[in-house]
């Protein structure tokens, strides 16, 4: 029993139930493309869900506003970039590869790269400096120490 009142609870309160009755369009099709659009579309309160799935007031004006260009007969990107001219980019969960984001975009891999190439640069320098260490030491220090490492 209680874990279908669990079960009953999870499902109300799913994001399934974000979009309202009333906001779907009549034309499949139409909705179709509202619902692709509003999930690349982030909700400004929430940040981590998109439009489509999210309860936010302000989440429900832009699936409302997405619906209403579509009428206007918009095509995906052009309802899009109403909204981001709205909104500002902030609203994509993709930003667009251009200008300061292409700098963000790479930032991060390069950063990677680099410290990658310094990890091998430093346990090169460090091997190298162990094989001097050894070979500064004694004839007898060296069998010694060759003993140690073989057992």
Do not use: H
């Amino acid at each position: 029993m209680l874990k279908r009142l669990s079960l009953c609870a999870a499902l109300l309160a799913s994001p399934v139930f974000a979009v309202q009755p009333d906001e779907v369009l009549k034309d499949p099709t139409l909705e179709g493309r509202a619902r692709e659009i509003s999930q690349v579309l982030r909700c400004p309160v929430c940040q981590g869900e998109n439009i489509d799935e999210s309860n936010a007031e302000v989440s429900r004006d832009l699936r409302l506003l997405v619906r209403e260009r579509i009428l206007a007969g918009d095509d995906n990107s052009q309802v899009v970039d109403y909204i981001t001219d709205r909104y500002g980019e902030y609203v994509l969960f993709e930003p667009e590869k251009t200008g300061a984001n292409l700098l963000l975009w790479f930032l991060g891999p390069a950063a990677l790269i680099v410290i990658g190439a310094g990890a091998i640069v430093y346990l090169r320098r460090r091997s190298k400096e162990g094989d001097a260490q050894i070979a500064a030491l004694s004839d007898d220090e060296a069998k010694r120490l060759k003993e140690l490492l073989d057992e």
